[in-house]
C-alpha cells in the first residue's frame, strides 16, 4: 500500500516540515517550532500561526497540519481551525491527499476529506482504497470486503478477499486466492486469475504465474513472460528492478536486463537516479545522527538507529548503472538541492545530482544543501560553503548549531535556543525556542 499512515509512533519518528501546496499553506513560508514540549507554527516575521500547544506538528504535502495532542491524531488548517478533530489514534493520508482515513479508540475507521467533511461513518474494521474524488472506498467488514459509494452504499455486489489502493485507477483485489483488478466503479476489470499482483504503473503491473513474476497491460495482455523470482520495484522512467534468470537488475519495456546489479538493494528510479545498498565491511557499532542533522532535514526528533544497517553502504546509480554516488560511504542521505551529503571515517562532504561535483569528506558535522549553501562545522566553528565546497561565509562564533537554509532564512542554535538568521547575518528572529524545523513555502518539496 503507498498509503501513508500517521500513527503516535510514526509522529515522533517524522516530524517533518515536508513540502506544501493549495490554498491553505502556500500563502506565505511557515515552520514547526518547540518549546515547553510543545509545538507551534510561525511564519517568517515569528508571528503564531498556530499557538504552542501540541506535542507533534506534521505539515502535510496536501496543505493540512497533522497533529498529535496526548495520544490523539487531528488535522487542522493553518490557523489552527479543525478539518479533522483530534479525538482519533491514527490517520491514513492516500498519495493524493484528497481524503483521511481515521480510526478510533475502538479500532473503528472511518474518512474525512480534505475539506473536513464526514464522507465516511465509523463503521469499517479496514479501509485502503479510496479515489481522488472520494465516491468510491474499499472497505472491510468482519472478513468480507467491498467497495462501497460515500454514502455507505454498495458499488455492484462482488465481495472479495481483499481490496487494495487504487493505483492509476485500478486496484489490486483478491478473489477466492487468486489476485486480479477493479476499477474505480467497483467493477472487475481484469478477472482474478494470478498467484500474486502489483499495483500498474504507467501501463504495466506486475503478476505472478506458476511460481514467477512476468507484466501485464490493462487489457491482461501478457507482455513480458513471467520468468522473474522477484519483483522490487514495477516500472518507473522506463526500468523495472527485477531478479531475473540472469541476475539481478533493472530491466526495459521488453524485459531485457539492461543494467545488471547484484546489489543488496536496488530502488526505483527517480529523476534519472536509483538508491542501491551494499552490503560491506561489517561495523560493530551505531551511527546515530545529532539532533542539528535532524533539524537540517526539517524534522524535529532524533531519527531511528536503523535508518541505515551499519553494516550497509549506500549509494547512487544513474541510468547508465554509473554510480554517481558511490557506495563506498559509511553513509549517504538522501538529495536536497542537488547534492547527497556523504559520510566517510566519521567527516562528512557532498556529491552533486550528477556525479560531476564531489566535496571531499572533511567536515566534523554538515547540514543538507538548501539555496544553494550547506551548514558546515570545523573545530567547533560554523561556516556556509557553496555546492563547490568553497566556503562564503563565516558563521558568528557564538552559532553552537545550524540547520538547512530555506525561504531565505538559517535555522541557528545560539546559547541552547534556537531562532532563525537572514541571507545578511542578521538575527530576525531571536533565538527562544528549544527546536525548530525549516521554513517551507514550495509545493511538493
Same mark, same amino acid.
Given at each position: 500500500?503507498?498509503?501513508?499512515?500517521?500513527?503516535?509512533?510514526?509522529?515522533?519518528?517524522?516530524?517533518?516540515?515536508?513540502?506544501?501546496?493549495?490554498d491553505? !499553506?502556500?500563502?506565505?513560508?511557515?515552520?514547526?517550532?518547540?518549546?515547553?514540549? !510543545?509545538?507551534?507554527?510561525?511564519?517568517?516575521?515569528?508571528?503564531?500561526?498556530?499557538?504552542?500547544?501540541?506535542? #507533534?506538528?506534521?505539515?502535510? @504535502?496536501?496543505?493540512?497540519l497533522?497533529?498529535?495532542?496526548?495520544?490523539?491524531?487531528?488535522?487542522?488548517?493553518?490557523?489552527?481551525?479543525?478539518?479533522?478533530?483530534?479525538?482519533?489514534?491514527?490517520? !491514513?493520508?492516500?498519495?493524493?491527499?484528497?481524503t483521511?482515513?481515521? @480510526?478510533?479508540n475502538?479500532?473503528?475507521?472511518?474518512?474525512?476529506?480534505?475539506?473536513?467533511?464526514?464522507v465516511?461513518?465509523?463503521?469499517?474494521?479496514?479501509?485502503?482504497?479510496?479515489?481522488?474524488?472520494?465516491d468510491?472506498?474499499?472497505?472491510?467488514q468482519?472478513?468480507?470486503?467491498?467497495?462501497?459509494?460515500?454514502?455507505?452504499?454498495?458499488?455492484?455486489?462482488?465481495?472479495?478477499? *481483499?481490496?487494495?489502493?487504487f493505483?492509476?485507477?485500478?486496484?489490486?483485489?483478491?478473489? #477466492?486466492?487468486?489476485?486480479?483488478?477493479?476499477?474505480?466503479?467497483g467493477?472487475?476489470?481484469?478477472?482474478?486469475?494470478?498467484?500474486?499482483?502489483?499495483?500498474?504503473?504507467?501501463?504495466?503491473?506486475?503478476?505472478?504465474? +506458476?511460481?514467477?513474476w512476468?507484466?501485464?497491460n490493462? +487489457?491482461?495482455?501478457?507482455?513480458?513472460?513471467?520468468?522473474?523470482? @522477484?519483483? *522490487? /520495484?514495477?516500472?518507473?522512467?522506463?526500468?523495472?528492478?527485477?531478479? =531475473?534468470?540472469?541476475?539481478?537488475?533493472?530491466?526495459?519495456?521488453?524485459?531485457?536486463?539492461?543494467?545488471?546489479?547484484?546489489?543488496?538493494?536496488?530502488?526505483?528510479?527517480?529523476?534519472?537516479?536509483?538508491?542501491?545498498? &551494499?552490503?560491506?565491511?561489517?561495523?560493530?557499532?551505531?551511527?546515530?545522527? =545529532?539532533?542539528?542533522?535532524?533539524?537540517?532535514?526539517?524534522?524535529?526528533?532524533?531519527?531511528?538507529?536503523?535508518?541505515?544497517? /551499519?553494516?550497509?553502504?549506500?549509494?547512487?546509480?544513474?541510468?547508465?548503472? &554509473?554510480?554517481?554516488?558511490?557506495?563506498?560511504?559509511? &553513509?549517504?542521505?538522501?538529495?536536497?538541492?542537488?547534492?547527497?551529503?556523504?559520510?566517510?571515517?566519521?567527516?562528512?562532504?557532498?556529491?552533486?545530482?550528477?556525479?560531476?561535483?564531489?566535496?571531499?569528506?572533511?567536515?566534523?558535522?554538515m547540514?543538507?544543501f538548501?539555496?544553494g549553501?550547506?551548514?558546515?562545522?570545523?573545530?567547533?566553528?560554523? #561556516?556556509?560553503?557553496?555546492?563547490n565546497?568553497?566556503?562564503?561565509?563565516?558563521?558568528?562564533?557564538?552559532?553552537?548549531?545550524?540547520?538547512?537554509?530555506?525561504?531565505?532564512?538559517?535555522?541557528?542554535?545560539i546559547?541552547?535556543?534556537?531562532?532563525?538568521?537572514?541571507?545578511?547575518?542578521?538575527?530576525v528572529?531571536?533565538?527562544?525556542?528549544r +527546536?525548530?524545523?525549516i521554513?517551507?513555502?514550495?509545493?511538493?518539496?
Amino acid at each position: 500500500m503507498n498509503v501513508r499512515k500517521i500513527s503516535l509512533s510514526l509522529l515522533v519518528a517524522i516530524m517533518s516540515c515536508l513540502g506544501i501546496e493549495g490554498d491553505l !499553506l502556500q500563502a506565505e513560508p511557515l515552520a514547526v517550532v518547540q518549546d515547553n514540549d !510543545l509545538c507551534g507554527i510561525i511564519d517568517n516575521k515569528g508571528k503564531f500561526l498556530v499557538p504552542l500547544g501540541y506535542e #507533534q506538528i506534521v505539515p502535510w @504535502e496536501n496543505g493540512a497540519l497533522i497533529v498529535k495532542k496526548g495520544e490523539l491524531c487531528g488535522v487542522l488548517r493553518r490557523d489552527g481551525r479543525e478539518i479533522v478533530p483530534v479525538k482519533y489514534i491514527s490517520i !491514513l493520508i492516500p498519495n493524493h491527499g484528497n481524503t483521511y482515513l481515521v @480510526e478510533d479508540n475502538e479500532a473503528h475507521w472511518g474518512a474525512y476529506s480534505s475539506e473536513g467533511e464526514v464522507v465516511l461513518p465509523m463503521v469499517y474494521d479496514e479501509i485502503t482504497a479510496v479515489t481522488k474524488s472520494n465516491d468510491c472506498f474499499g472497505v472491510r467488514q468482519g472478513a468480507a470486503w467491498r467497495f462501497v459509494h460515500r454514502d455507505g452504499s454498495s458499488w455492484g455486489t462482488e465481495v472479495f478477499d *481483499y481490496i487494495g489502493e487504487f493505483g492509476d485507477e485500478l486496484a489490486v483485489v483478491k478473489q #477466492q486466492d487468486k489476485w486480479g483488478y477493479a476499477t474505480d466503479k467497483g467493477e472487475i476489470a481484469l478477472t482474478p486469475q494470478y498467484e500474486g499482483a502489483q499495483n500498474f504503473s504507467g501501463d504495466y503491473a506486475a503478476v505472478k504465474k +506458476q511460481g514467477k513474476w512476468g507484466f501485464i497491460n490493462r +487489457q491482461g495482455i501478457m507482455k513480458i513472460q513471467p520468468q522473474f523470482r @522477484e519483483v *522490487y /520495484s514495477g516500472f518507473s522512467e522506463g526500468l523495472a528492478a527485477v531478479q =531475473a534468470p540472469t541476475g539481478k537488475g533493472y530491466i526495459d519495456r521488453q524485459g531485457n536486463l539492461l543494467l545488471p546489479r547484484d546489489s543488496r538493494y536496488i530502488g526505483p528510479f527517480k529523476d534519472g537516479v536509483a538508491e542501491i545498498h &551494499e552490503v560491506k565491511k561489517k561495523l560493530n557499532v551505531w551511527k546515530t545522527l =545529532a539532533y542539528g542533522a535532524s533539524v537540517a532535514m526539517g524534522s524535529i526528533g532524533l531519527p531511528s538507529k536503523n535508518t541505515l544497517k /551499519s553494516s550497509e553502504k549506500r549509494g547512487y546509480i544513474n541510468r547508465r548503472g &554509473e554510480e554517481i554516488v558511490a557506495t563506498s560511504y559509511d &553513509e549517504v542521505l538522501p538529495f536536497a538541492d542537488g547534492m547527497s551529503l556523504v559520510r566517510k571515517d566519521k567527516k562528512w562532504g557532498a556529491v552533486s545530482f550528477d556525479g560531476k561535483t564531489t566535496i571531499r569528506p572533511q567536515f566534523d558535522e554538515m547540514r543538507p544543501f538548501g539555496e544553494g549553501v550547506a551548514a558546515v562545522c570545523r573545530e567547533k566553528r560554523w #561556516q556556509l560553503i557553496d555546492k563547490n565546497g568553497q566556503v562564503i561565509e563565516e558563521l558568528p562564533p557564538e552559532v553552537t548549531d545550524t540547520g538547512v537554509r530555506s525561504a531565505g532564512l538559517l535555522p541557528v542554535c545560539i546559547s541552547g535556543k534556537w531562532g532563525y538568521m537572514n541571507k545578511a547575518g542578521e538575527i530576525v528572529i531571536s533565538p527562544r525556542f528549544r +527546536q525548530v524545523g525549516i521554513f517551507t513555502d514550495e509545493p511538493g518539496r
